[in-house]
């Protein structure tokens, strides 16, 4: 089946159905199962957690972004000597739509705009999404859905709905990663002419079955250099014209054999030599940005320093001015205590002074009375001398 041009045979409306895990894979088994097995697991990629990262990006995390994101790739800006990391993230009421940001230098975070995906150097499997002949809105769109996938497939999220070509975007970019980013085809038997040579006999007499068992090597047809083999071998007839037919027939299969292995040796070593050139430009991104976190660290750490030096000033002088708030605290409560006690010396001169004026009311009483009693006895006196 030709998965670049086929159309999905899941007879599902996706407009309103959501989608689950199991249901991607189940139905991915059974339709795609060969080209499914060969993505990578959701164990190999690097999901982050929004609390691993530092305070201040918390703070500036997008209000609809998920909690945990996906390293995709690194940004490539000619402006820039650094590349930070390119996170996607998943949003939208149905958890449908796929967001991507880049965290800047001062830590705020930048959203990538579909314009400037173009600058965005994609890590496996989001780099095996097409090549030139495919538009760049189809990529965004397999990378929407192999995205979702991986969020699905991880955890981090339940279901989705709302993607109503999903199952052809996602089945199209397992083909395309399975065919390391070139164009699947169609799988066909090789049709070169038999008169060219007699290898060419031996080959497809020997070998069928070996062809159908390796479906990585047919869907990657410009990567076997047939021709120039065969041209090698060709070179050589006298080996195959001095023994009998059966010995052709066994020398052009252990030649063809050894032919195919090295192909396949070398595809393997050139996959592995690009895995390991992304690796390391990955590793040199995550060192660089590692340096900066270093280095505002070590701003932070200074910054800390200064502000504990001012908090043990203030300290210091809180301290001072909480001794000389005792001191006035003291000195308040004795003035206190002392106007206390002249209040209650008042009190008593005022009570004494009540008292004795009480007791002069009652002399000058007792004067009236006596002068009265003097005034009648010189009455009396005057009265018994007439």
């Known amino acids: ?84 990391l390119v996170y996607a993230f998943v949003h939208g009421s149905k958890n449908h739509f796929v967001g991507h940001f880049l965290i800047k230098p001062d830590f705020s975070i930048r959203r990538i705009s579909h314009h400037d995906m173009d600058n965005v150097e994609f890590e496996e499997p989001f780099c095996d999404l097409g090549d030139r002949t495919v538009g760049t809105k189809t990529v965004r769109n397999r990378i929407r859905a192999v995205v979702l996938f991986y969020f699905l497939a991880a955890g981090h999220v339940r279901d989705f709905g709302k993607y109503r070509d999903f199952w052809r975007d996602f089945t199209k970019s397992c083909a395309w990663i399975a065919n390391e980013g070139s164009l699947p085809k169609v799988q066909r038997q090789d049709a070169r002419p038999a008169a060219r040579s007699p290898v060419v006999l031996a080959l497809g007499a020997t070998t069928p079955k070996k062809r159908a068992g390796n479906e990585e090597l047919e869907m990657a047809p410009a990567r076997i250099k047939r021709r120039d083999y065969s041209h090698a071998i060709r070179q050589s007839p006298i080996i195959i014209s001095r023994s009998s037919s059966s010995e052709q027939a066994m020398i052009v299969t252990s030649v063809d054999a050894r032919l195919r292995t090295s192909e396949v040796a070398n595809d393997l070593l050139r996959a592995e030599i690009a895995t390991q050139i992304r690796s390391l430009e990955l590793y040199q991104a995550r060192v660089t940005a590692d340096h900066q976190l270093e280095s505002k660290v070590a701003d932070l750490v ?43 010396r008042l009190r008593q001169d005022r009570s004494r002074l009540i008292q004795a004026d009480k007791r002069s009311k009652v002399l000058e009483t007792e004067v009236e009375r006596l002068k009265r009693k003097m005034n009648e006895a010189r009455e009396a006196l005057d009265d018994s001398s007439l």
Request: zero cysteines; a negative charge.
């Open 1 to 84: 089946m030709d998965y670049a041009s086929d159309k999905s045979t899941v007879t599902i409306d996706e407009s309103v159905t959501n989608w689950y895990a199991q249901t991607v894979s189940s139905n991915a088994l059974s339709k795609i199962p060969d080209h499914f097995n060969k993505i990578p697991t959701f164990e190999s990629l690097h999901f982050r957690h929004r609390e691993s990262f530092d305070p201040i990006v918390i703070t500036n995390w997008p209000q609809e972004a998920s909690l945990t994101v996906l390293v995709t790739g690194m940004y490539d800006d000619v402006s820039s000597d650094t590349k930070p």
């Open 302 to 344: 200074a910054e800390v320093s200064r502000v504990k030096n001012e908090a043990m000033y203030s300290q210091n002088a809180y301290r001072g001015i909480q001794a000389q708030y005792d001191d006035l605290r003291v000195q308040h409560i004795n003035a206190l205590n002392d106007t206390k006690g002249l209040h209650e």
